[in-house]
T-cell receptor, first 116, second 113 residues
């Protein structure tokens, strides 16, 4: 079974440029997560989708970050414009979530963003 | 924001020794999970312990949970060089049908030959 796929794996851009990350979750997983991981830290949730609905985007900086999950499968995360402080690893995860369950999340390899 | 704090931040042991990592958290939880992250890769789920459980085993892993102290520990027995990685605890608060994972800051484990 294929895992969570993310692309690109690495991205280097200059500040003020836009950037987009793509995630393909595990087939059948209804919940998709985007996390931000700074160097030496644990991941922090940016946004969580249940199917195509963003049910938790409280930590997403909405002035420059946006996300979408069309048709409840693939998702894109966009930053426009990027700032130096956005340099980090962006992780996508998915899970099969059912009522009352304890859900393991499956993570992709991440996209390492460097903003110059 | 980070929910948990792991202790120690870094740990270096020799192959064959046991490694113990501790995690403290702040709020009530439904369950707690441990993840491993190898350098430059995504996180891999290791083990889940529910709030009504006190201890759980999986292969060379042993996890304990003390909800009264809001703490958990991960023990890796008979460590191998391949166990070298960062280990994160993640507290889980089920929100509806999905889980909200809040990660700690991680313990970086180095296992030398």
């Amino acid at each position: 079974e294929a895992g969570v796929v993310q692309s690109p794996r690495y991205k280097i851009i200059e500040k003020k440029q836009p950037v987009a990350f793509w995630c393909n979750p595990i087939s059948g997983h209804n919940t998709l997560y985007w996390y931000l991981q700074n160097l030496g830290q644990g991941p922090e949730l940016l946004i969580r989708y249940e199917n195509e609905e963003a049910v938790d985007d409280s930590q997403l900086p909405k002035d420059r970050f946006s996300a979408e999950r069309l048709k409840g499968v693939d998702s894109t995360l966009k930053i426009q414009p990027a700032e130096l402080g956005d340099s980090a690893v962006y992780l996508c995860a998915s899970s099969l979530s059912t009522s009352g369950g304890a859900h393991e999340q499956f993570f992709g390899p991440g996209t390492r963003l460097t903003v110059l | 924001s980070q929910q948990g704090e792991e202790d120690p931040q870094a740990l270096s042991i020799q192959e064959g020794e046991n490694a113990t990592m501790n995690c403290s958290y702040k709020t009530s939880i439904n369950n707690l999970q441990w993840y491993r992250q190898n350098s430059g890769r995504g996180l891999v789920h290791l083990i889940l312990i529910r709030s009504n459980e006190r201890e759980k085993h999986s292969g060379r892993l042993r996890v304990t949970l003390d909800t009264s102290k809001k703490s958990s520990s991960l023990l890796i027995t008979a460590s191998r060089a391949a166990d070298t990685a960062s280990y994160f605890c993640a507290t889980v608060q089920n929100t509806g049908t999905a889980s909200k994972l809040t990660f700690g800051t991680g313990t970086r484990l180095q296992v030398t030959l």
